[in-house]
């Protein structure tokens, strides 16, 4: 009874069919994969793309001073973990996913750029954008400017999901973003 599975399944039934499905911040793959599944299922050709720098905010003191997942190797091994996890569940609907910022995702996006995804493989961003889920960096800097950078491609009867917005949650900055906009 997961609240944005709830809305994922709404936002991907009742999107435009002609614009981009983009997720920000992808970690080990989980949400980035069930949106590749709800586009099967309701059989959507909308284009997946994930950006994802997998740098991890706030994670400057090891945890417990023991584990540092601001190290180069959590880094490169959540990066490995989503790869796998995406090419194993999602072989027949996988996304464009871009290690970058989002920032410098939304840049490209902007200028129609050519850029290589983490399989290899090349992937044109641009155009217009039917749903986004955004779930990068959760300051009120950063969501406020993936929401700029959104709204100015979210086609009429899109969908926008802020992650973490809940009253009362952990990322009051992030609830006082979705707020302000809503």
Not at 92 to 120: C, H, K, L, N, T
Not at 139 to 161: N, R
Request: glycine share 10%.
């Amino acid at each position: 009874d997961h609240g944005n599975l709830r809305a994922f399944d709404h936002a991907i039934r009742h999107m435009p069919p002609q614009g981009a499905v983009i997720e920000v911040g992808s970690f080990l793959g989980a949400s980035t994969n069930a949106l590749a599944y709800l586009l099967a299922r309701y059989q959507r050709d909308n284009p997946l793309f994930s950006c994802d720098p997998w740098v991890f905010e706030g994670t400057e003191v090891p945890i417990g001073g023991y584990f540092d997942a601001g190290s180069e190797a959590f880094r490169q091994y959540a990066k490995d973990v989503f790869k796998m996890n995406v090419t194993l569940l999602s072989a027949s609907r996988q996304p464009q996913a871009i290690e970058a910022p989002s920032s410098e995702f939304f840049e490209w996006w902007d200028r129609g750029a050519r850029v290589q995804d983490v399989f290899g493989r090349s992937a044109v961003l641009g155009g217009p954008i039917s749903f986004a889920y955004l779930d990068g960096a959760h300051t009120a800097e950063a969501v406020s400017a993936e929401f700029a950078a959104v709204d100015q491609h979210l086609l009429p009867g899109g969908f926008l999901l802020f992650d973490d917005s809940d009253d009362g949650g952990c990322f009051p900055a992030v609830t006082q973003v979705a707020q302000d906009v809503a």
